[in-house]
C-alpha cells in the first residue's frame, strides 16, 4: 500500500450558541425528557448513565424504529459540562438510517460569569460516500436549527411543536 491509498479525513460539524441560561439549566434541556421537550424534540428516552438510552422522537406517532434517534446511546458525561451520543440518521437517509450507522455527538457547555451559557455541539465519525456526504449536509442545517431553537427556548418559552419555529434563514 501506498500513501495514495490511505485517506484521511477529520471532519466534524461544530455549532456554538450562547444562551440566556445557567449551566445547569441547559444541562437539564438536554438530559432530561421534560427539558428536551422544551427545544429539541417532543419526545425523548433518557437514561443517565453510561450505556443508557438517548433517545429522541422527533415524530412520536411514526412506527418504531421511524420516530427519531432510537437505538442512540450516552456514551459519556460529566454533569453539568460535557455529554457524548451516539446519533443515528434521519429516514431522509434510508440507507445509513437502517444499516445501523452512526456518528457521535458531544455537547460542552460552559458556565459564563454573567449567567449565560456557550453551547457548543460537535458532531463527528464520519465516513465517506454519497449518504455520508448528504448527512453531513443535513446535519449541518439540523445542528444549526437545534441550537436555534435552544436560544430561542430560553429567551422566549418552549418550542410548540404542534407549529415548531424555524428561523427564516434555516426555512428550506
Known sequence: MNESDVKVTMREICRTVV???????????????????????PAAHVEMKPGGAYELY???????????????LLREFEAPRFLTFSWSFPPAIPRLRHSGARALVSVHIQDLSDGTSRVVITHTGWQAGPDWEE???YFQRAWSLVLARLERRFAEGPIDWSD???PDELRA
Open 135 to 137: 448527512g453531513l449536509r
Open 19 to 41: 444562551v440566556q441560561a445557567t449551566g445547569p439549566e441547559v444541562w437539564d434541556a438536554f438530559t432530561t425528557p421534560e427539558g428536551i421537550q422544551t427545544f429539541f424534540a
Open 164 to 166: 415548531p419555529w424555524v
Open 58 to 72: 422527533f415524530d412520536p406517532d411514526a412506527p418504531e424504529g421511524e420516530r427519531g434517534s432510537e437505538g442512540c
